[in-house]
């Protein structure tokens, strides 16, 4: 299984960006989808993250501003940053919770995407 996120970069704050994560790979069906940011250590707190059954889950930080959507048809995880602030500055890991097709359940992580809120 394979994840390739996109969409990245650098924003002023105020500003909008949008994360696209997309699973590829010996995958049945996806569970959860969502995104981290890493933090100090080995910390990579939740971002914002969308389960198989329509529920979302939001970081108190992210309510109201990011908004997380999936697209099961492509396997895609997107994640709609607005009014963006130099605290959201930070690497951001699209996560996968799949069941493969040897039927283990799985978890995966991209590689990670900066993002940088600076003016």
């Known amino acids: 299984v394979q994840l390739a996120e996109s969409g990245g970069g650098l924003v002023q704050p105020g500003g909008s960006l949008r994360l696209s994560c997309s699973a590829s790979?010996?995958?049945?069906?996806?569970?959860?989808m969502g995104w981290y940011r890493q933090g100090p250590g080995n910390q990579r707190p939740l971002v914002a993250a969308?389960?198989?059954?329509?529920?979302?889950n939001y970081a108190d930080s992210a309510k109201g501003r990011f908004t997380v959507s999936r697209d099961d048809a492509k396997k895609m995880v997107y994640l709609q940053m607005n009014n963006l602030r130099p605290e959201d500055t930070g690497v951001y890991y699209c996560?996968?919770?799949?069941?493969?097709?040897?039927?283990?359940?799985?978890?995966?992580w991209g590689q990670g995407i900066q993002v940088t809120v600076s003016s």
């Open positions: 996560h996968v919770h799949v069941l493969r097709t040897d039927k283990l359940p799985s978890h995966y």
């Open positions: 790979g010996s995958i049945l069906s996806v569970y959860n």
């Open positions: 969308a389960t198989n059954y329509g529920t979302t």
